[in-house]
């Protein structure tokens, strides 16, 4: 379990970034947390030629808050985000983080790392589908927004270009009657989930985004009743050891039932609570 | 004589020595091994020649040289299936390995492993029992019938007439799954090969930690004297429960590669290569059948076990089939005994030694039948065990296959359990529960924990007649050397090689207590060397022996010791060795202990002033003892057999909630009670009693190594889900009785791995009392949201 051979580089600037990407034409990895590409480079199975250590980019390391919205830099690791008033500010992923990896992991990975790494079972990425945020992707034409539902292409697959960094998400903050769900199940605590939902409800809209069951996050946008017929065709997942298609189809179910109720209790609290 | 334990401020402030922490020869290489990608595929040919160019490549050895200068490893059993530390003329498991590179870095070594170039002609594989015993399974070892490695039958008392008789026969079919254990540090060998004037010989360093018969396998493939095979042992080997039994193969394989390379060469086990292809506790498939009079009584017991040992029977295997032997009739008093016993090779890692090891395969199936047979006839689980207990009377006890129970309070053990449980609020908490559409099951399971195993059950694999005379197989010794230098300060070497147990701890307590000296007077070295710690084939760290044997070991030596520290405290003081004691300390006169000399000046008047010794009394302050129970015989002409010198006892009972939404199962409560005899050290014992029940939660609940249609097993930590903390947070009341065990010295039995055979079947009684009013039975493991969903699924469909 030693990686093959690869050259680092570490700029300090985005633009040697894209250049040292652009030059390894295809052949460059980027790393920041290095949480899910460290043990991929140990395993062997990737071998990318150039590692571009993002690290040293000072700019990317930045929270900004703007027009509603937040802005989270490449560098910016998941557990600061956790311990950050953002986590307030921006409610379900307060919510979600808590399910990402073990603490450790999350000291460590970063919250555009893993929405790069596209894992279908990962929870970050449900969460920018379900509030509908935008990715940041900079290459050598420049910066260029992608809405996080189009970003996902299939399990560890993006609209991520060979020569780009995922420079930052941009998630909106929340508004005073919203209301939010989120929970997963998954074999043990910290496991990639076997089923998992993020819920955002918003007057009498109700978003689902499940994640676990098809091979990227998958949303629906809803208004009135959410019936169990569109939950379950959602789900389209092969089995595996862990769980098969039926079962996820159950577990989602009853997951996206439960929190679509927590979260329009939630929100119907907020509005009595505003007209009281 | 709880007190802390003396290993733990170096291991929980980094400083645990282990191999891959130590460099014990200068100028050593590193190496990696290739291994096979195909569960079973002929090997075409292999070209060593790129590899070799490799940059810093000093040796590659692949099967070619492997069979040229091995031998095969010798068998328990003399089925022609021979087993190499590589794949020769065939690959047979997914990760066996094919060739060995070594090179100046691991990285080096895995590049250049890269570039070994290996034909396969894949063939078809076979993975399961059943698939395996087919008429048309394929064939994995080619000089032999078929693929079964082992085949006896054995009928003690009259079964036929007892099943002819019987009110009811209750049967049922089992399948207990492979897991295994995950030690923190993997295996890890540093070995030379060294040209002496005698001949060639090996010194080797690896985290192995017995069985020592496996020495002699080792030394067996070189075809050397075992004391040709040095080999050493650190303190700290990283854990183990058993796997690393499974070293010794690696042993001989980087031994042979330093012979290659010409320096020593170091090779370290990665996490993936240790889920892959080190060692598992086999797979069960087994059918039990009970003959039962109308009261519940069992008076009659079939038992059919299929092992599913892996690509080779490797030794210690078959011993999972018949480590249990002597007390496969549990805790009941059974008369009449028929037990077919099988292995069966199949395109699966070999198997080996894990904690329990054969047990909770075993009591898997004995007490999801006797559960059954309590619903059969209407009992409660609870009173229908009690009903067939080996009772207080009976001891010690002689089953029928052999084993000799020594002592046990099995009803006053069950009735606590019931008590700290307090079971009748707990069927009634179960029945409100139901009630209201909640799933909550209790589950009981009470074993017999052997310990101190007779190797002699090794013989059982071979039929009576064809064992040898004058080559029988026996014993169950371990040994110590105890050593006292001119400051009054005591050495203890132990043979055991602890896996983190905590040997140091106890021996240390042990030996202060017989000598009457403060610990820190003690200083216990628990290091194996085989060329100067005294050790024969059983010596190890494996079926519980330390708490039975080890200590007993210790006594007897310390015995011996006092009697010269004594008789030189009995010169100081100007008596006779007969009117002294030894206690805090101090020799002093029995009659007046206020007149004494410290057990330091006693030490150094032997060291310093031997002549003032009473005329023939020897100046001997070391002592070795092997304690030898004549208890441990080989296997008898009928074929029975006292297979372990110890037999403790555990009840337990699991209490289990499972969600009817999400049919997650949680584990809510685990009421446990231990019989280990005379108790050494509380806390060491209340930490094995954890231990072992996180393992049997692995078990039951999470770890499985599955293997997909194609043969490809399931070899990372995403895949292999060992519990954490978080799932190890039930509720636990443990509790003990004591009756010593007449057989040990301290009257202690083992205790390491009671629960790890108890907690399964408990765990799946309790999966099965929750469910059973939906007509779901469970008779395999590990059981999760995915399986119960499945099972009820099942029933559902059934009844539409």
């Known amino acids: 379990m030693k990686a093959a051979p690869f050259a680092y580089a570490r700029p300090s600037t985005l633009d040697e970034a894209v250049a040292e990407l652009a030059s390894a034409d295809g052949g460059g ?225 009853v997951l996206a039932e439960r929190e679509i109720g927590k979260a329009r209790a939630r929100a119907g609290r907020k509005e009595r609570d505003d007209d009281q | 004589m709880s007190c802390a334990r003396i290993e733990d401020p170096a291991l929980l402030t980094g400083r645990g020595r282990f191999l891959d922490d130590l460099d014990p020869f200068a100028g050593t290489l590193t190496a990696a091994i290739v291994r096979s990608p195909h569960p079973h595929a002929r090997i075409r040919g292999v070209d060593l020649t790129r590899a070799r160019r490799h940059p810093g490549v000093a040796a590659v050895v692949g099967p070619e040289e492997v069979a040229a200068e091995l031998k095969p490893f010798p068998l328990a059993v003399k089925t022609p299936m021979p087993y190499y530390p590589t794949a020769v003329g065939r690959t047979r498991f997914v990760g066996e390995p094919v060739a060995v590179v070594v090179a100046a870095d691991r990285y080096l070594a895995e590049d250049a492993a890269e570039l070994v170039d290996v034909d396969y002609e894949p063939l078809p594989h076979v993975t399961d029992i059943e698939a395996a015993l087919g008429a048309d399974a394929p064939l994995l070892h080619e000089e032999a019938a078929d693929n079964v490695a082992t085949d006896r039958t054995f009928t003690f008392g009259d079964v036929s007439e007892v099943f002819a008789t019987a009110d009811h026969i209750v ?231 052999g084993g000799v129970y020594d002592s046990g309070d099995y009803h006053t053990a069950l009735d606590m359990l019931c008590k700290n449980a307090d079971y009748e609020a707990l069927r009634r908490r179960q029945a409100a529960a139901r009630r209201r559409g909640e799933y909550l099951g209790i589950g009981v399971a009470t074993i017999v924990d052997p310990s101190a195993t007779n190797i002699g059950y090794v013989g059982l694999a071979t039929p009576a007649e064809q064992r040898a005379a004058g080559r029988g197989k026996s014993g169950s010794t371990e040994h110590v050397r105890v050593t006292v230098d001119p400051n009054g300060v005591v050495s203890v070497l132990l043979g055991t090689v602890p896996q983190g147990q905590g040997h140091a701890t106890v021996a240390q307590a042990v030996v202060a207590d017989t000598l009457g000296l403060p ?136 209490v289990v909630s499972i969600d009817p939404d999400t049919r997650s199962i949680r584990l809510e409560q685990v009421f446990t009670v231990h019989d280990a005899g005379t108790i050494l050290h509380p806390v060491l014992l209340e930490g094995q009693v954890h231990g072992a029940l996180a393992h049997a939660i692995g078990g039951a609940l999470y770890e499985e190594m599955r293997y997909s249609p194609s043969g490809q097993p399931a070899a990372t930590f995403m895949d292999y889900l060992c519990p954490t903390t978080a799932e190890t947070a039930y509720e636990l009341d443990s509790d003990h009785l004591q009756t010593p065990s007449p057989l040990t010295k301290l009257g202690a039995k083992g205790c390491g791995e009671g629960s790890s055979m108890s907690l399964p079947a408990a765990i799946a009684g309790a999966v099965a009392d929750a469910l059973r009013h939906e007509g779901v039975e469970i008779t395999s493991l590990p059981l999760h949201g995915d399986v119960v969903h499945g099972l009820l699924e099942r029933t559902t469909e059934g009844t539409n």
């Open chain 1, 29 to 253: 990895k980027v790393i920041s947390g290095g949480q899910s590409l460290v043990p991929v480079l140990a395993m062997r199975l990737a071998r990318p030629e150039v590692l571009v250590d993002i690290n040293g980019i000072a700019e990317l390391g930045r929270i900004e808050r703007s027009d509603g919205a937040v802005e989270i830099g490449a560098t910016v690791r998941q557990r600061a985000v956790e311990r950050d008033r953002l986590s307030a500010e921006v409610p379900l992923l307060g919510m979600a983080l808590p399910w990402v990896g073990h603490r450790e992991l999350r000291s460590r990975g970063t919250v555009c790392g893993s929405l790069a790494h596209a894992d279908p079972a990962a929870e970050l990425p449900a969460v920018a589908c379900c509030l509908d945020a935008t990715v940041t992707l900079s290459g050598r034409t420049g910066p260029r927004q992608v809405a996080a539902r189009e970003f996902y292409a299939g399990a560890m697959m993006t609209g991520l270009g060979p020569d780009e960094v995922l420079t930052s998400v941009r998630l909106p903050l929340a508004r005073r009657a919203d209301g939010y769900g989120f929970a997963e199940i998954a074999r043990r605590h910290g496991d990639f989930a076997l089923a998992g939902v993020a819920v955002h409800v918003r007057d009498n809209r109700v978003t689902v985004t499940g994640f676990g069951i098809s091979d990227r996050p998958v949303t629906r946008t809803v208004t009135g009743e959410v019936t169990g017929d569109l939950l379950d065709a959602m789900v389209d997942t092969d089995g595996d050891g862990h769980a098969s298609r039926d079962y996820r189809r159950r577990l989602f179910r």
């Open chain 2, 171 to 401: 049967a049922g079919e089992y399948d207990f799954p492979r897991y295994s254990s995950t030690p923190m540090e993997c295996y890890s060998v540093v070995a030379e090969w060294q040209e002496e004037a005698g001949g060639p010989a090996i010194e080797a360093w690896s985290n192995f930690h017995g069985p020592f018969s496996m020495v002699a396998v080792l030394a067996g493939a070189f075809g050397m004297p075992a004391s040709r095979v040095r080999l050493r042992i650190p303190a700290d080997i990283g854990g183990s429960f058993g796997i690393k039994a499974g070293i010794y193969p690696y042993v001989a394989l980087v031994a042979l590669a330093s012979k290659h390379a010409g320096r020593p060469v170091r090779w370290t086990e990665d996490r993936i290569e240790h889920l892959l292809a080190s060692s598992a506790g086999s797979d069960r498939k087994m059918r039990f059948e009970a003959a039962v009079s109308a009261d519940g009584r069992i008076r009659g017991l079939r038992a059919d076990l299929i092992d599913n040992v892996g690509a080779y029977l490797r030794p210690p295997e078959p011993s999972t089939l018949y480590r249990c032997f002597g007390n496969i009739t549990g805790a009941y008093r059974i008369d009449a005994v028929e037990i077919r016993s099988r292995a069966v090779v199949t395109n699966k890692t070999p198997t080996g030694l894990n904690r329990g090891f054969g047990g909770q395969q075993l009591y898997f199936g004995l007490e999801r039948l006797v559960d059954t047979i309590a619903l059969r006839c209407d009992v409660d689980p609870v009173e229908l065990r009690r009903r067939n207990f080996v009772r207080g009377r009976d001891f010690p006890y002689a089953t029928p296959t």
């Open chain 2, 519 to 654: 610990r820190d007077q003690v200083r216990p070295v628990v290091e194996m060397d085989t060329a100067t710690t005294p050790w024969t084939i059983t010596s190890g760290s494996y079926s519980s022996r330390f708490a039975p044997l080890l200590t007993s070991a210790l006594v007897e030596a310390c015995e011996r010791l006092a009697e010269t520290i004594k008789i030189a405290g009995a010169t100081l003081l100007g008596t006779d060795a007969e009117a002294v004691e030894l206690a805090d300390g101090v020799v002093r006169l029995r009659e007046r202990p206020e007149e004494s000399v410290p057990f330091r000046h006693a030490a150094g008047l032997v060291h310093w002033d031997p002549g003032s010794l009473p005329d023939g009394v020897s100046a001997r302050l070391y002592e070795e003892a092997a304690f030898t129970p004549p208890e441990s015989k080989a296997a008898s002409r009928t074929d029975q057999i006292n297979s372990s010198l110890c037999y403790g006892f555990v009840a337990e009972l699991a």
